[in-house]
């Protein structure tokens, strides 16, 4: 018998609902909003609400000011240039450990699946479901890094990418060459060649990050 899925607690619902609402543009960057204010708009209690946004402070969603509420925090492009660094970086060497280890066919399978998601979100032009299967491309590739501590650190930097992101996409040509970058570094995975496959997500990455910053900068997006 299949054991119930266990209701989510107040302090995750808050967390989701509020992370939801930065990435909507509902909760506007630079913006101040006393705990009381957002728990009434959440139609919680103030104590779950305080306990989501110091989950969400870690992130770098938000800003906890005590006696002075909660700031949405700003990304700019300087912030995403540092960000993609980190990530370029970290992601890369996910990549090069992937194609050197002792890899499972169902851990390379969830790339390829993320890929085949990726080709039909482009086929259908539909850059919602493009950006959720990229999420799930590089969400799988870290794992395959099998540590722990970069999947922390890439987790806390991603809702902050998710963000801008969300603000590029339909600025943004249709994204073709990231799709042939993923296949090229699955690739590499595949054939335990673990040189190629990090230089070939390093080389994406910092085509991403060119791509993000650049498209925030000319259309005046300087703080999402």
């Not at 960057?29 to 779950?48: D, N």
């Amino acid at each position: 018998m299949t054991q119930a899925a266990k209701p989510k607690s107040n302090t995750l619902k808050a967390q989701d609902t509020l992370r939801d609402m930065i990435f909507a543009g509902d909760l506007m960057p630079g913006s101040t909003y006393l705990e009381a204010e957002l728990a009434e708009l959440l139609g919680m209690s103030r104590t779950p609400v305080r306990e989501a946004a110091l989950r969400l402070e870690a992130h770098g969603l938000l800003e906890v000011r005590p006696r002075h509420g909660v700031r949405i925090t700003p990304v700019s492009p300087k912030d995403m240039e540092e960000i993609y660094e980190i990530l370029t970086e970290l992601e890369g060497l996910c990549a090069e450990k992937a194609a050197d280890a002792t890899h499972s066919e169902e851990e390379v399978s969830a790339l390829e699946e993320a890929i085949r998601h990726m080709d039909e979100a482009l086929a259908a032009e539909d850059r919602v479901a493009w950006a959720a299967a990229d999420e799930e491309f590089h969400s799988a590739l870290i794992r395959l890094g099998h540590n722990q501590r970069i999947e922390s650190i890439c987790a806390m930097y991603n809702d902050q990418v998710r963000r801008a992101r969300a603000v590029t996409l339909w600025l943004r040509p249709l994204p073709t060459e990231s799709n042939k970058a993923h296949r090229e570094v699955c690739e590499a995975i595949r054939n335990c060649d673990a040189e190629a496959a990090g230089r070939l997500h390093r080389a994406h990455r910092r085509a991403a990050r060119k791509l993000l910053t650049e498209l925030l900068t000319r259309h005046g997006l300087r703080n999402v």
